[in-house]
């Protein structure tokens, strides 16, 4: 697939991106040149390093990146040597002035439910604590009173238009989890609505199983009998139903112990799922260790995880998904030790953890903003987390989060003149421009506008 410098392609292309003032490729390989095969995760230094390309280009032909590099020479590879492009059919974009990113991976999404939990933020302004309002049946157990009485297409239509706020802010892959249903017949109506929002909608949907959530009223009491409920029921269930490609738990004091969560991912490992875990959200109870143990793909959370366990990770090549939004909805001082976890060599990826109890928000930039300035992650190391870390994460370090050659052409034009600047739009949606496999599915509008609309 590589194009070498001087060597002209053998088809315009369907699209041109050019004069990016900085474009981050994220590229697997840290010293890519837009050209590598995928082999892995960024970790330690190598986060900071995100191939910035000055007066960048890219060129696009079937939905797939088929050059990258500087404008002049991406432009001196397109047939016949047009200064834009060599066919009338090729659509350009000129993104002077502006910062081309990869598509953002949102890599820990609960994006399928229906209801609304405003009231516990009130709640919580007064004082009351997440876990206290889940022990008294509040939280995820009041979501899930709402999405079981939930059809499949108010789900879907649910999480449709989630997407296209996603996509908007510049979210083109996003992993969803189930988990307000506890029951077999909820649990996979949320996977298959997930299933048919990701058919219909430009953002790629990867699913996975959380039937280990919480514990559901007909079990209170009783969380040994509900395991062997997921064991014996739910779990055969969702592997014949063939959706969902992992199986995360709620691994969390007053919610799952280690013991038991090591047996839902155990049990979904049999399963064919592979093993994720909301490991040490609140309190250090083990879950980094125990994802180690496992080598789950993923440890997501960790604000409370202990030295050990984020060594543990680095060891064993577990990816750290951090969620700053959740703390900062929470209003915990308590965010993830980035940094330490940077230096012990772990894979960080980033996520918004959008769900209606602990973090409202859809945005990826929002999170990039809280990275660098709660865990003060470099820009640079945030964007590889919001990228390729996160693609790593879910499944997808193959296919999504870099603009490499030979990869899906997602990827997002930014209003800032530089990676370096991204976090500091604070509270403004910097996206202006964002390509889906090819498509130019949100574009802004004229007159220097920040408005974007979404051709879906
Ligand atoms: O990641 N911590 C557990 N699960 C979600 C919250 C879900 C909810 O409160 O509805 C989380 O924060
Ligand atoms: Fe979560």
Not at 260 to 280: E, F, N, T
Not at 339 to 359: K, Y
């Amino acid at each position: 697939m590589h194009v070498a410098a001087g060597q002209v392609r053998e088809q315009p292309s369907d699209l041109l991106l050019i004069h990016a003032a900085e474009l981050a490729t994220c590229c697997s390989s840290p010293r890519c040149d837009g050209c590598s095969d995928g082999d892995g995760p960024r970790r330690g230094a190598a986060m900071g390093d995100i191939g910035i390309i000055r007066d960048g280009a890219i060129a696009v032909r079937s939905g797939v990146i088929v050059d990258v590099g500087n404008t002049q020479d991406v432009l001196a590879r397109e047939p016949s040597g047009n200064s834009v492009g060599a066919s009338d059919a090729t659509q350009v974009i000129d993104a002077s002035g502006r910062t081309v990113l990869p598509g953002f991976v949102d890599a820990h999404t609960h994006l399928v439910f229906a209801g609304e939990r405003y009231r516990e933020h009130v709640m919580r302004l007064g004082g009351a604590k997440y876990l206290d309002i889940l022990a008294a049946g509040g939280g995820i157990l009041s979501t899930l009173t709402s999405t079981r009485s939930a059809s499949l297409s108010a789900l879907v239509a649910g999480a449709m238009k989630r997407l296209d706020i996603m996509l908007l802010h510049g979210t083109t892959t996003v992993e969803a989890k189930s988990g307000y249903g506890l029951d077999i017949d909820t649990e996979l109506r949320q996977l298959e609505a997930a299933e048919r929002a990701s058919q219909a909608h430009p953002v790629d949907v990867v699913s996975t199983f959380m039937g280990a959530h919480a514990l559901p009223p007909e079990f209170t009491g009783d969380p040994q009998g509900y395991l062997d409920f997921l064991e014996s029921a739910v779990l055969p269930a969702v592997e014949n139903q063939g959706i969902a490609e992992f199986c995360d738990v709620f691994c969390e004091e007053g919610v799952f112990s280690v013991e038991q969560s090591r047996r839902v991912l155990l049990a979904g490992m049999k399963h064919g799922l592979r093993p994720k875990i909301h490991a040490d959200e609140i309190f250090p109870i083990g879950g980094a260790e125990l994802a180690s143990e496992l080598a789950a793909v993923s440890a997501d959370h960790l604000a409370a995880a202990s030295q050990e366990g984020i060594h543990s990770m680095a060891r064993a090549g577990v990816a750290a998904v951090l969620l700053p939004a959740t703390m900062f909805t929470l209003m915990s001082e308590a965010y993830a030790d980035a940094r330490g976890m940077i230096d012990a060599g772990v894979a960080v990826a980033l996520a918004t953890d959008f769900n209606p109890g602990t973090s409202p928000t859809m945005s990826m930039p929002f999170v990039i903003t809280l990275a660098c300035l709660q865990m003060k992650m470099t820009p640079a190391e945030a964007v590889c987390a919001a990228t390729l870390n996160a693609a790593w994460a879910i499944g997808r370090g193959d296919r999504a989060g870099a603009i490499q050659v030979g990869r899906d052409a997602d990827f997002i034009v930014c209003d800032v003149p530089a990676v370096d600047a991204l976090p500091f739009s604070v509270g403004v949606n910097p996206v202006r421009d964002v390509v889906k496999r090819g498509a130019h599915v949100v574009t802004s509008v004229g007159g220097g506008g920040r408005l974007c609309h979404s051709r879906i």
